[in-house]
């Protein structure tokens, strides 16, 4: 079974500094890495994906992401943190060598995000 | 701008009610996620259709909740009779079904069981 853990229910970090919000993964075979973010009353907005190639992936907003096979992790990172990065993150993984019905994206519970001034 | 439509946004209604939720996926788009959002929970996979046929519902009660997807561009989750446990806030999403391919979420229904 595949599963993602997300350790930190809620990451403080002040306007300007760098963020972290991080996330582990367990799957069987070779994983497909998403994550999510979604600001209040909204559905969940795709960031960025890791499915093969480079280790350290760019998404939307500044966001990046580095896959790291021995640590099974996927943090999310981005250099200088703004106020509007404010919400809920989540991490996801699909197992690359299941098809069919248990091709599926199980989500983390999900790290809150507070920027502030 | 392609995207999943999800109704309605909000719903209140009395415990043993039936509920109705409806989802348009994204045109071409053919797997289909019901997800449930709680505090408590997370997110939850209720049900998952590719090319409308359900692959993996074992997340759903059975007893009381059902998803169709009656054509290509109408999926509905169904809950009768509603309960006060329920309430929750469902998601669908759509996908073009490969598997490195990310899902679209819609904006979600927020039901309220009383």
């Known amino acids: 079974a595949q599963s993602v853990a997300q350790p930190e229910d809620q990451v403080n970090v002040a306007e300007g500094n760098p963020l972290t919000v991080k996330c582990t993964y367990s799957v069987s075979g070779n994983p497909y890495l998403f994550w999510y973010v979604q600001y209040p009353n909204r559905g969940l907005q795709f960031l960025l994906k890791?499915?093969?190639?480079?280790?350290l992936v760019k998404g939307s907003y500044g966001f990046e992401a580095e896959f790291n096979k021995s640590q099974t992790s996927f943090h999310l990172k981005k250099p200088s943190a703004l106020v509007s990065d404010s919400a809920l993150y989540f991490c996801?993984?699909?197992?690359?060598?299941?098809?069919?019905?248990?091709?599926?994206?199980?989500f983390g519970t999900g790290t809150q995000l507070k920027v502030e001034l | 701008d392609a995207r999943v439509t999800q109704t309605p946004r909000d719903k209140v209604t009395e415990m043993g009610q039936e509920v109705t939720m409806r989802c348009q996926p994204i045109?071409?788009?053919?797997?289909v996620f019901w997800y449930r959002q709680t505090m408590m929970q997370g997110l939850e996979l209720l049900a998952y259709f590719r090319n409308r046929a359900p692959l993996d519902d074992s997340g759903m009660p059975k007893d009381r909740f059902s998803a169709e997807m009656p054509d290509a561009t109408l999926a509905t989750l169904k809950i009768q009779p509603s309960e006060p446990r329920d309430s929750a806030v469902y998601f669908c999403?759509?996908?073009?079904?490969?598997?490195?391919?990310?899902?679209?979420f819609g904006q979600g229904t927020r039901l309220t069981v009383v």
């Open positions: 045109l071409g788009h053919n797997t």
């Open positions: 996801a993984v699909r197992d690359i060598r299941v098809t069919g019905g248990g091709n599926k994206l199980t």
């Open positions: 890791y499915i093969t190639g480079d280790n």
């Open positions: 999403a759509s996908g073009p079904g490969q598997g490195e391919t990310e899902a679209f």
